[in-house]
């Protein structure tokens, strides 16, 4: 897969291209918004990584250009603005995550891969099946066996993400930042309680269990 790094630090520049190069990744870099325009207008890339204080033209008025032009890449923000209204503003604008600097590559790492792998499912059906469990995503209609279950947007929400990572473990944050779209670090009891709430309407009157806690992770969605 190929990455577009946008960052004026060209210490830090190269640092994210080696440890991106070793993680597999192709990967070109631009040392300012221009360059960085230029490049992510005219080549292909998987997700671009894009710092906000730049020269000549800054990462947010960058990513407005790209969403203009209709280009849907996941764009990752880098930025030494850590408070919670740059993030808001920096996913308003058109990002996919925000990662504050100082950072450590790990994260960085993780969030690439999460965010490349929300996209390669972007393209999904409309109706997802597991067990008896049937979930229409336009229609909005869940079924369990013969029984229609009514969920709350919400709740509907949660299942939806759920069934989209189906049998693999799913964090908080994760629920989190997807749920209300922003990262954060949030009250593990709102995520228990929605959680809780799913549950109680999909698993509690049936013998087969599909949503289960792995402790110290997150949940996962399967049958067992």
């Given at each position: 897969m190929k990455l577009l790094v946008v960052e004026d630090e060209i210490k830090?520049?190269?640092?994210?291209?080696?440890?991106?190069?070793?993680?597999?990744?192709?990967?070109?870099v631009a040392t300012d918004g221009?360059?960085?325009?230029?490049?992510?207008?005219?080549e292909k890339y998987d997700l671009i990584i894009l710092d906000i204080m730049l020269p000549f033209i800054d990462g947010l008025e960058l990513i407005q250009i790209?969403?203009?032009?209709?280009?849907?890449?996941?764009?990752?923000l880098l930025s030494a603005l850590d408070k919670t209204q740059d993030k808001v503003r920096g996913l308003d604008t058109g990002a996919d995550d925000y990662i504050a600097k100082p950072f450590d590559f790990a994260e960085l790492l993780a969030r690439v891969r999460s965010l490349l792998r929300r996209k390669s499912k972007d393209i999904k059906p409309t109706k997802i099946q597991i067990g008896d469990l049937s979930v229409d995503l336009i229609k909005r209609v869940v079924n369990r066996g013969e029984k229609k279950i009514d969920l709350t947007n919400k709740e509907f929400l949660l299942l939806e993400f759920l069934l989209s990572y189906k049998g693999e473990v799913v964090t908080r944050s994760l629920i989190a930042s997807n749920i209300w779209d922003i990262n954060f670090d949030s009250d593990r009891n709102v995520i228990d309680t929605m959680i809780k709430r799913l549950r109680n309407k999909i698993d509690n009157d049936f013998d087969k269990?599909?949503?289960?806690?792995?402790?110290?992770?997150?949940?996962i969605l399967e049958l067992r």
């Open positions: 830090l520049g190269n640092y994210l291209k080696q440890g991106l190069m070793e993680a597999g990744f192709v990967v070109d221009l360059n960085g325009q230029h490049l992510a207008l005219t790209i969403r203009k032009e209709n280009i849907a890449t996941p764009i990752l269990k599909l949503i289960h806690t792995v402790r110290g992770m997150g949940y």
